[in-house]
């Protein structure tokens, strides 16, 4: 194989080679260049320069952080105070969401029913199902349906009874806590129906509606849109044992609230957006309790108080009455001096926002398939 040192020999051309051209403006020096060029050059440079530093643009774009703001005060729940009605009116129409400061509900229960709860999630994966069997929406669940693996967000949810089929867990606090955030629910329910301006359900049938105490553990990080299951409710309770930051998927979009220590975070649910005929606005899910990244505690949990429905349930529009003339009466029916009854004067709304439907269904696709970003209840908008 030639090597690549060899020499080429070159044959002599029958003609004498020819001079190369003079060097063109295009041929030169590069850093050569012409007064015009400098000139312009140098124009742009200082234009450049001049420009405002707002302009440049970010390494990355990245949406404001909200602030976190006090959800509307509701001292008192009366239904013979005009004004206490007008402030759970507003609060319930433009937000979906208050705290309730004067309630029945003591601080130290609602301590010792956190205490209660903390035990729960120290208990072997093993021991949590065996305790506590699936009867859904009861009893224990995670997020994480893998076995070996220990994150995930855990939940237990409980009747109003809070029992359990061990004699060796007591929850007692857990459970006198829970009836006593029952009262308080119902309580709101009652003042919710008065203030918006339908018939309360508990009137006609007490049973109408029944009580969950949701416990849920959280990890810092955990984000409201893909955490946690959802379950449809009328009013949730959540008691402010200290100050914290929850998280609230609201119609308005994600909202951050603080409420004042020992209050209760009232959140109005999809069920009372379709009792009032789409007069108040609502919250999807429970709040979440946000547990801050390098904080004291990793985890923290969340006891939340649904009132809600029985699972035989169909839920429709409890439709608001329209108003009538200064001298009609109050009744649906007027009974005659001679005991018969005639129509009333009251008319109601023909006009629905939402159609009739099956709380189970309902329940169960929501449950399963935590669609945050979709409003589960558009299917059955009018």
Known sequence: MASSTHKHHHLPTPHPTTAAPPPTPSTQHPNTRSSSDTAAADTLSLLLHRLPPTLSLPARLSPPPKATLSPPLITTLSLQNPDSLSSLLSASSQHGFFQLTNHSVLPHLARSAESDSLSLFTLPRNQKHLHFPQNWPLGFDCDNDDEDEDNGTESFCFDSTCSTESTELSLASLGEFTREMEKVGLEVVEALSCAVGYGNPLQEDPTRVCSLMWVSEWSAGDEPAGSGKFYPYVVGLHYQIRCQRYSLLADS?????SPQVDSILVTLGDIAQVWSNGKTKKVRGRPIPRVENGGKNARCISMSLLVTLPLEATVSPLLIPRSTPADAKDSRVDHNE????????DTFE?????????FEDYAWRVYHERLPSKDPLDRYRV
């Open 253 to 257: 979009g994600l909202v951050s609230v």
């Open 338 to 345: 001679d005991g018969g009854s005639s129509s009333s004067t």
């Open 350 to 358: 023909s006009t629905r926002a939402f159609n009739s439907f099956c």
